[in-house]
């Protein structure tokens, strides 16, 4: 079984600043993906980032970063220079490229200005 | 470009009642499932298909039913609707095969926010 743990159920941070949220996994696989999901207060799922398990190299868009942990099986996303835009609820999910992505429960990120 | 589209975006039910969710994708997507969105849960998955004619169970299927006539359409029908079924729903889609082949991302429409009474 593959299991998601967002052990951060609220973060909060200040406007230009930066912010990690954590993520931790389990899976029995070698192969995967990882992604964090973006939900405004619009409901839309927006994919912020994604990571291929079998690639050492972190991925990185724009301001956003991921630290990948394989062996620790940790997947933590950072937010620099914080925007208001960016205040939602960031889902971290695990896919083993089958049928089934599983999902953490979610940190809701508040931006304060 | 639609994307994936799902309609109602707002339903109340009473118990006992029967609905349908409608999604529509306009990408070609092999893939296509439903999932559903509850507070501290994240999403958990309903039902999915791989296409046209296939359909299996995800981690929650109780009290829902799929079919997958074509591979634009994947319905979820709500046979006796239950206040436990209040939730979001979501369809989602992913490309399996082609050009660029399967990345595993899933592309989301806006939910569908049902509340049984």
């Known amino acids: 079984a593959q299991t998601v743990t967002q052990s951060q159920p609220e973060m909060s941070v200040q406007e230009a600043e930066t912010v990690t949220l954590s ?8 192969d995967y993906y990882l992604f964090w999901y973006k939900q405004p207060p619009s409901r839309q799922m927006i994919l ?36 208001l835009g960016d205040a939602a609820m960031y889902f971290c999910a695990l896919s083993r490229g089958n049928n089934d992505m599983r999902f953490g429960a979610g940190t809701r990120l508040t931006v304060k200005p | 470009n639609a994307g994936v589209t799902q309609t109602p975006k707002f339903q109340v039910l009473k118990t ?15 893939y296509m499932s439903w999932y559903r969105q509850d507070p501290g849960m994240g999403l958990r998955l309903i039902h999915y298909s791989v296409g046209a004619g296939i359909t299996d169970q995800g981690e929650v299927p109780n009290g829902y039913n799929v079919s997958r006539s074509t591979t634009e359409d994947f ?14 729903y979501f369809c989602a889609s992913r490309r399996t095969s082609g050009m660029g082949g399967d990345t595993g991302e899933l ?11």
């Open chain 2, 107 to 117: 592309f989301f429409g806006e939910g569908s926010r049902l509340t049984v009474l």
């Open chain 2, 16 to 30: 006992g009642q029967s609905m349908t969710l409608q999604c529509a994708q306009d990408m070609n997507h092999e």
């Open chain 2, 75 to 88: 319905p979820l029908r709500l046979l006796s609707a239950a206040p436990s079924q209040t939730s979001v």
């Open chain 1, 23 to 30: 993520c931790t996994y389990d899976t029995s696989e070698s």
């Open chain 1, 48 to 83: 912020v980032i994604r990571q291929e398990a079998y690639k050492q190299q972190n991925a990185t868009e724009n301001r956003f970063s991921v630290n990948f942990q394989k062996a620790a099986k940790s997947f933590s996303l950072k937010i620099s220079d914080s925007q």
